[in-house]
Every structure is written in C-alpha cells, then in structure tokens.
T-cell receptor
Framework: GENVEQHPSTLSVQEGDSAVIKCTYSDSASNYFPWYKQELGKGPQLIID?????GEKKDQRIAVTLNKTAKHFSLHITETQPEDSAVYFCAAQNGGYQKVTFGTGTKLQVIP | SQTIHQWPATLVQPVGSPLSLECTVE??????LYWYRQAAGRGLQLLFY??????ISSEVPQNLSASRPQDRQFILSSKKLLLSDSGFYLCAWRGTGWSGYTFGSGTRLTVV
C-alpha cells in the first residue's frame, strides 16, 4: 500500500519568514495530493491540492510543488503570520479509489 | 453548499459504557463517508468508510462499529468503551475522483 512520509514534525519560524513542509510517497499510482491545516481543537481543513498532471499550484501565500519522478511534494507558505500556526497534514490518494494516506503531520509555530 | 455536522463536541464516558457518535451531511447525495480517530498529538487513523447505505468497510479491528442507516447519516458506536478509545473522532465526506475531504468539527471523547 501507499506510504507517506512527512518532514519536519515540528517547525518554528519568525513571522514574515517562509515555511516549507515536505512529503514523499511510495505508490506511483497516487495522482492527487491535498494539504490540510488543523487548528487546535478543530477538524482538518483542506487548504490546497495538486493533481499529478500539474507541477505547481499557488493560492496567495501558499503554494504546492510536485515532483512525480522523485515522488515528493512540498507545501510552501510565504510571509508567515501567527494565524498560520497549526498542524499541517499532507496526503496522497488515487482518485479512483477510496483510500487516502496521510502524512504524520507538521506542527508549525509562527513566532511574532 | 455542502455541510457536515458532527455531535457531540465533547464527551466523557466511563469504561464499559456504550458510545454513539452521529454525523450528518447536507447538500450532497450519496457521499463517501469516513470515521477517523486522532490520538493526542498524533496523526489520523482511518476507522471506517462507507460508499453507500449499509456498505461499511472496517480498517481497524477493535470494539467500535459503524452504521449508515440513511444516505447522509453515519454513526460510530461501541457497546463497551475501553480507556484506549479516548481520542478525537472526526467524521468526513468526500466525492469521487479528484476531491479532498471535508471534515466535521470533531468529538473529543475521554474514557475514564
């Protein structure tokens, strides 16, 4: 089955700096890669996603890049703000199937 | 628009007592429904998923069960809770193909 590794497990950055979270996956059949943000005491929320036929996608201060050859994808947050502090999960899934494999999460702390 | 409701938000139950957590989805038909559990500071563990009424797949054998009596209703149950059942329970739905999850707000269960 699919295996997703996520690094780092914790990340502290100064407000205004950039943050990068990296994930690798094992199953070449995976073709959809969403990222979720989970604030304390809440359910995860989808913040951005990328399909396997796209190399990069950007939405304001967040962007995701995908390298299919190396089987890794990354979340980039620029100009970080305190409200970006949360746990971020990457995931890999094959659009035609039901199972989604999540990474283990990254706790991001933005220091004002 | 689609919304997902999950209740209760918090629950404290004694060991050996029964459990019933309910989740309903609005604004969509025949959703794929999921129950996840998240231990404190840990990742997301898939417990059950359902692609239709009375169609339940179990991912982790344990003393929990799930039922889907109606198209947009998903229930997580236990006859006798264990201490190890404590955690944050999340209901989620997603469509088919290229789509991520929409999670509920979660239920914090503490078994004492």
């Amino acid at each position: 089955g699919e295996n997703v590794e996520q690094h780092p497990s914790t990340l502290s950055v100064q407000e205004g700096d950039s943050a990068v979270i990296k994930c690798t996956y094992s199953d070449s059949a995976s073709n959809y890669f969403p990222w979720y943000k989970q604030e304390l005491g809440k359910g995860p929320q989808l913040i951005i996603d990328i399909r396997s036929n796209v190399g990069e996608k950007k939405d304001q201060r967040i962007a995701v890049t995908l390298n299919k050859t190396a089987k890794h994808f990354s979340l980039h947050i620029t100009e970080t703000q305190p409200e970006d502090s949360a746990v971020y999960f990457c995931a890999a899934q094959n659009g035609g199937y039901q199972k989604v494999t999540f990474g283990t999460g990254t706790k991001l702390q933005v220091i004002p | 628009s689609q919304t997902i409701h999950q209740w209760p938000a918090t629950l404290v139950q004694p060991v050996g007592s029964p459990l019933s957590l309910e989740c309903t989805v609005e604004g969509t038909s025949n959703p794929n429904l999921y129950w996840y559990r998240q231990a404190a500071g840990r990742g997301l563990q898939l417990l059950f998923y359902s692609i239709g009424i009375d169609q339940i797949s179990s991912e982790v054998p344990q003393n929990l069960s799930a039922s889907r009596p109606q198209d947009r209703q998903f229930i997580l149950s236990s006859k006798k809770l264990l201490l190890s059942d404590s955690g944050f329970y999340l209901c989620a739905w997603r469509g088919t193909g290229w789509s991520g999850y929409t999670f509920g707000s979660g239920t914090r269960l503490t078994v004492v």
